[in-house]
């Protein structure tokens, strides 16, 4: 027998709620979650996991959008001076900062979670109303925000990983616990399964925190998650005197201002959600030359292929034509994809069961447009591939400020019930299996 | 007696070019010619000139655009680690690096020059093509450059300084050397104008290498020198998940990317030469998030004050109109402003006179429309309005590019003409007093 | 007992097609369909149907967007000489162009179709694959088409006419045959809503052909059609000559271009579709002179009165910032207003009954995204305030090409379908009653 | 002996007002001057001048921009009905609208002046401020105006002939009076030039009141006038319904938005005066629908050769680049060219000495920058190529509102000044002759 999951989260949940704390404090970004892969490393073994990660748990050809070596190797050291466990820390080389944890219990199916735990180029807020500024936690890395909730995913999957080890014989088979870099961007997920992580699962779960849904709420599934492509677009043109010589110069900036606005008016499909964005344009050095380049990170969404296809191809025309206009060259490179794969019936109907065991749970939507991407998704579509199942659902949570937001901020007590759905979900398929 | 000059010039040159290209390797942004102005200082203290230089030559109440006291400090930091002088920087707080030397001999007339010192915030070129990279003396400092020849100018101003202490009595009256900071964005030479660095001189002579003008060629005069304004635009908006809530951003980027459109499409004056760049923009932070904020480096440029106003005008509707249109906040900062004062008659008959005892001058340019600007008309206007005389004039120099280009590069031995030119208005001077 | 609707239809479909066709050849945009209204006028009243037009079924003051009075002469005249009725024109003045026809059989539900009878300022296509311009009965009307079929929703109301009259005592009750002007712009139907034409109405069906569905299809019910709101800007800047003085001018022609731009690059909502076009835009005279003048034919289209009001927010920020940004003043005219009601479940069942029981429809969609508007809405919404029923359906139809474009054409058989429906809804709510 | 010049002068001149009031009244675009130019012939045969015409003057392969038929058929028909004199307007067929009038007086030189006579398509003001429109003498053709003065040349070239008819032996030679058309756009010019039109001649003036000089004053030369090309620039795209599938189309509108403010970023040069103007743009049909069409008239203007072929390069890369970008067709039409050729120094004297004899000249600028274009270069570089002599100057008249402004207007009585001018220019190189 193992303890009571109620009595553990009562007791428990204040420290949950300090990890997940610490993990706000010191965001890292993309491929360079050495401190907080390592912690989660550190604590795994500590409660009887098998840990595998670094090479063992991503395959480095299929990561895009790969950090620069210097970038990996100041990242590398800042981690351990705040507390990155070197002994993991030094097997994550390349920014191979997946984590996998398994615990065995006898035979039975083999059940995997999956937690992302990157963080956004946001600067945070800091601002009276905003409670990580008011209660100190903050981000201690200028620019970094976790401003997503991954922090709290995090701190739920650590939090899953106690509990499951803490419940004895509660369950029974294979809990897999997945610890994904680089969601934000969608580059973490792919070159995990193709290292072959969720080959022998039977079922997998990926959850978010809030998407615009209330404390209190789950969504059983997920409809519309959007596939997306991320591009990043370089122009070069020639700097001259903005003044002296003007015409001998040819205009990254306005090459930029130019491409930015036309992408931005794509005509969106007509019965599909389509989006571009610009999320981040630098050009030029001095005020009076003309700007010799522009970098602008790019990403333009659909709702299917088809529709991706169509952003994609016009996104292109624009870019290429306005280099034309401006006499520039330009380079695009893809630096990461996602796509969107619907959670199947059979885990909807499961997550759906467990939501209506629990009593803080007061409101269950079967499905939810949340209108964005996950690279979850390439987890399910392995699973269905494989014959097996797979679901993406939400833990609704009160935001203080939507998702990317600067003030961004979910309720914590809500780190109990994501821990609740899971769990649930483990003794359920345990005694399924 | 003194020594020959062009014997002087023949044993020294290697020298002052080897100063020069020590100066072209650490160049220092406007306000922070720490190194650049301690090594001026130290060296004319050692020919004998009374230095005088930070609070005592320059106004700080006119100084616009100062670096914030955290770069100040680390530009200060990484002056003294290369070669700066650490008496001399001590006394240049708040980036205070003006420096004027004196050196009197008996009466005779107050004859000033002016060498403006500073670099541009550019990217050197790295190609086989490019001198300063294949001969080793490229800067070191990233994305800061001499693209505009300072460091030629602040070598001649040493190599007069030299010349002038060993020249003994083939001159009488003072020499009064002028080494200003900032001249890039219009800057440095109020506030020393307005500290009264000039209220004594007779004459005032600042001379630019290059301007498109071959080596060979003098320039009596410049006309057009335009009038400019600087602005620092900022806007504001809001971030949001680019396809969750995208609703609930404010485009900053969106905002940045119409309003340098708008500026550069503002319909040039009919009858005067006008001007308008967007020299850099930064804007927003992640791919997947609007953008919540935009920095724009604007200059506007006219022939007068009205055609300068404007452009002004202009551009400050756009910069409002373009807020609106995307419901954002913004700022205007004025960083800097230059004006332009043509060279008075007497000062361009002076150095059409001794641009004609020069063997290797080829061609005399009465006047010569250089198209840009220089806060040197700051020092000829108040000449002007003291009844005094000041001039502008040109040392060409057959360039590798334009000025403000990556690879801009000027031939070293013109330093030689524009020592010659210099030291010849001082000597004539000294008989005319 | 009338005649047998299919033997009828045998006999009188090539007519219905030929009514068509003329039709197509003699195309009205909104409230200037005098021809079209009079043909019909005059068609009911020979069928024996209680005729009435004009202001007895238009409220002249919601009728936005009416043409100015030498237009409406024009298109008068044009009328008379093309084959319109003179007595029926005569009583449209003011473009009231709207005509209903009764035909009463006892007692019994009161059941009333909406035809739209408009065409588009649209250039017809003139290739060989485009079958109007090749069976000779393209437009005879320069830039004005029916490209969105609504010249077969014409004949199909006089088809129905014609079968309804002909079928003896097969139904009961009141068939009410509303020709509405102005579908296009959404400006038709609000005025004969207001004007009370549905106030004795039970049910209400409105049906469109085509809408991406193809023939053998039918739509039971129509979602997200969409609320959208027209607006005519206009801008207005001062004219210079180009060259000599264009720092005098004020320039329209760059304020239309920089606000279509913006305009269409607005942040399309996260979870609602919503769009915006500018699909008219002219500036300017004079290839040397600064443009003073640019007017834009706007519209902007969201799910709901919530996602129609942020685009329309946003658009009216873009206006004026815009205006600011090129110094112009600018006007905003709203010429037209639709709103999205749902078809309820009673009508969209009976729709579907009766679809069942037609041989020639294959396939029945519960439910489409037509991704449009239609202002057939008014209706609905009205029918739904008095607690009665009201349907907008599909009939689907293999387009040449999409609507609006300039080779849009229909399948001319799939009218036979249109008639069908309408009829069965008719006896079946007759035996209803 | 011949009449005095200032008494015909203070008889006539009510009378040539009353003419240029007329031509005012019935303004007629380029290549379409039916009626001005009928008049024009019929009145210097009633003086006595020999009077070619249309193809005997104008060479066609060289008439750029040609109206089409249809046009020329209608603005034939208004002139016709407007008092044109039909005898003369059969012979301009093609829109060839140019008129030579020659006097003979026996051996001398052969002295050639240019009027032209072509309005522009601008709306006329119609405020209180506005004397054509107080005065009841305001364009009578929609949208047409002479809003530069060539009304005011006309009937300058016609009190010309007057006068040189009248004033009997008090000249020798040959006067050669050539009323050009489509002076607009700088097409008229060069077709004159290639028919030989100025082949025997020995000196050429053209004149231009206003020029932003005030009455009273004449600029004996024109520097600057800038070289330009006219080029229509067509955007072809694909229709689509905006909110249904605007997928499917190509949006030729927003490619000339982005097209317009791209040509109007273009980067100005740096010594030389460039411009480039978008003076209209027409694109798209209806609100609902993108646009698939767009037509733009474009103008680029430089100092040289050169600076011009900079323009017409940058031009030519965004016209390109925004077809690339909006993935529609493109094609530019060369619609004509103007060229620069300064007045000679001969020329120069000769006006500035006329100048100095009439009491009604207060002030006389050598040489004055226009900022503008004037194809009359066509003539005056043939000129010189000749080895003769020909000039541009300008006749200052103080003016309401700038050339090409809606509200321009200049001093009528300014006329007698431009009579003076040429008459005495007649004169005096008679006695050279």
Not at 32 to 45: D, P, Q
Not at 160 to 165: K, Q
Not at 409 to 415: C, G, S
Request: aromatic share 6%.
């Amino acid at each position: 027998m193992g303890v009571d999951l109620n009595a553990l989260i009562g007791k428990r949940l204040p420290d949950w709620i300090a990890m997940r704390r610490d993990f706000h404090q010191h965001p890292e970004l993309g491929f360079t979650e050495f401190r907080t892969a390592s912690i989660v490393a550190e604590r795994l073994k500590g409660l009887g996991y098998s840990v595998r990660l670094g090479r063992d748990v991503m395959d480095p050809d299929t990561m895009y959008g790969k950090p620069r070596p210097d970038q990996l190797e100041k990242e590398m050291k800042r981690a351990l001076s705040e507390g990155g466990v070197a002994s993991w820390v030094d097997r994550m080389a390349g920014g191979m900062t997946g984590v996998v944890g398994e615990l065995k219990r006898g035979p039975g199916p083999v059940v995997a979670f999956r937690f992302d735990i990157d963080a956004l180029p946001i600067v945070e807020e800091t601002t009276r109303e905003h409670l990580p500024f008011v209660r100190g936690f903050a981000s201690r890395h200028p620019g970094v925000m976790h401003a997503c909730g991954h922090d709290g995913h995090t701190a739920i999957g650590l939090a899953v990983a106690e509990a499951a080890a803490a419940m004895g014989d509660r369950w029974r088979g294979t809990l897999k616990l997945i610890f994904q870099p680089a969601e934000e961007g969608g580059r973490g997920a792919l070159p995990m399964v193709k290292a072959g992580v969720v080959e022998d699962a039977d079922y997998f779960f990926a959850a978010h925190l809030g998407c615009n849904l209330p404390s209190g709420t789950i969504a059983a599934a997920v409809e519309k998650l959007l596939f997306s492509t991320k591009l990043d677009v370089t122009y070069r043109g020639r700097s001259a005197h903005a003044a002296n010589n003007p015409q001998d110069g040819r205009n990254a900036l306005l090459a930029g201002a130019s491409c930015a606005l036309a992408l931005h008016a794509i005509a969106r499909h007509g019965s599909e959600q389509t989006h571009v964005n610009v999320g981040r344009m630098v050009a030029g050095t001095a005020r009076n030359a003309i700007a010799a380049d522009c970098t602008m990170l790019v990403e333009v969404r659909g709702e299917s292929d088809d529709s991706l296809g169509y952003m994609e191809t016009r996104a292109q025309d624009i870019i290429e034509g306005t280099a034309r206009q401006w006499n520039v060259a330009h380079s695009i490179e893809r630096m990461g994809r996602t796509i969107g794969e619907p959670t199947d019936a059979t885990s909807q109907a499961l997550v759906t069961e467990i939501a209506r065991t629990l009593p803080d749970v007061k409101n269950i939507v079967p499905s939810w447009n949340a209108g964005g991407s996950d690279d979850a998704c390439y987890f399910i579509r392995r699973m269905h591939e494989r014959g097996k199942y797979g679901a993406y659902f939400v833990v609704g949570s009160s935001l203080a400020a939507g998702h990317h937001a600067t003030s961004f901020e979910f309720q914590e007590p809500d780190i109990a019930i994501g821990v609740q759905m899971l769990i649930g979900l483990l003794e359920r398929l345990s005694r399924a299996g």
